[in-house]
């Protein structure tokens, strides 16, 4: 079994105090710390447009250093992150330097033996937003998965997670696993993308319980209660920051009747429907770029708009119960097939389905989460 090891760098994250002031450096920043892993190497990388080192693309920023790249991986939405949430991406050649670019998004979710064949590292550097369902722990985990059974080390760089300040929702049933949700633990988990990644290995969640060889390069100046506003969009459809601390309460809503705002310019801060009467706010979803096809395209919606509400440090289910009732009212079929997915297993459903409140809801996750605090402060790399 190969052994876990772990990259710190210079920066002693256990012996600093807590800096709120200073801004974050990430972990892709530091490229003089993590370099000597990389020269001399065959290097992949698993990137898209949030791969920036000082608003220059990693890929850039590497080659400029004299750094072998081999090919890049690229995960939903695509290299450049243009692409529709769902859409198929194919292979293709990146424009600018010729690197062959292949996707992690489809069918191929996880890197062949074939695809890592010259390579002697790969570099993980995308930035997450800290929930279950947003799709990049999947890939997270396929790449360490295939690394580990290839002898390939993984190297993340690590970035804040704007939703890290708090932990709250059901725990995933793996009964329910997809790729929207794989592992064990609650919709938003409160921890970047290098405390996940200990967590995959040290919870043995890849296949056959291998172990990847795993290196990371933390960020200073950071920790989980600090603010942070993301410099570019991380996919098409969280264009701000309110969208991005809205997202872990309102992605329920892709599996339901129910429009988040896709199709307009204020996704995932605006929820309706057609087939709601009590308007607080109306909007028509227009296919565009990252939503071709979006739901009730050309249709005026009926709902509520939360660009300016205060979001708190919750998944709120007020408006998703509320909203279920109307369609009751209505007999209107309210949730689809892909909910369950999203919820993690079927009982939060079922509780809507059979009138709970929210508390009485919340009450049922108390013991998962707490089991789950107590897991994830073993992995946890910054205050």
Known sequence: MTLVILFISTFLFCCQPKQTTKDVITGAAQVDHYIPLLEGKSVALVANQTSLVHQVHLVDTLLSRGI???????????????????????????????L????????????????????DIVVFDIQDVGARFYT????????????????IPVLVLDRPNPNAHY??????????KSFVGMHPIPIVHGMTMAEYAQMINGEYWLKDSVKCELYWQGMKNY???????????PSPNLPNSQSIALYPTLCLFEGTDMSVGR?????????????LDSCFYAFTPISGQGAKYPKH??????????????????????YLIESYRQYEEMDERFFNSFFDKLAGSSQLRIQIESGWTSDQIKETWKDGLDAFKKKRQLYLIYP
């Open 263 to 275: 199709g307009t310019s204020k996704q995932f801060q605006v929820i309706g429907s057609p087939k």
């Open 223 to 233: 920790d989980h209660q600090k603010s942070y506003n993301l410099p570019i969009k």
């Open 68 to 98: 072998n790249i081999s090919k890049v991986f690229a995960p939903e939405h695509g290299f450049r992150g243009e692409a529709d949430a769902g859409a198929s991406i194919d292979n293709t050649i990146d424009t600018k330097t010729g």
């Open 136 to 151: 990049y722990i999947s890939t997270l985990h396929y790449v360490m998965e295939a690394c580990a059974e290839n002898s």
């Open 167 to 176: 932990v709250d929702g059901p725990i995933l049933d793996t009964a329910f």
């Open 297 to 318: 395209e050309n249709k005026d919606c009926c709902g509520w708009d939360l660009r300016d509400i205060e979001v708190q440090n919750k998944v709120d289910l007020e």
């Open 100 to 119: 062959p670019i292949f996707s992690l998004y489809g069918k191929n979710k996880k890197p062949s033996k074939e695809f890592l064949e010259d390579v």
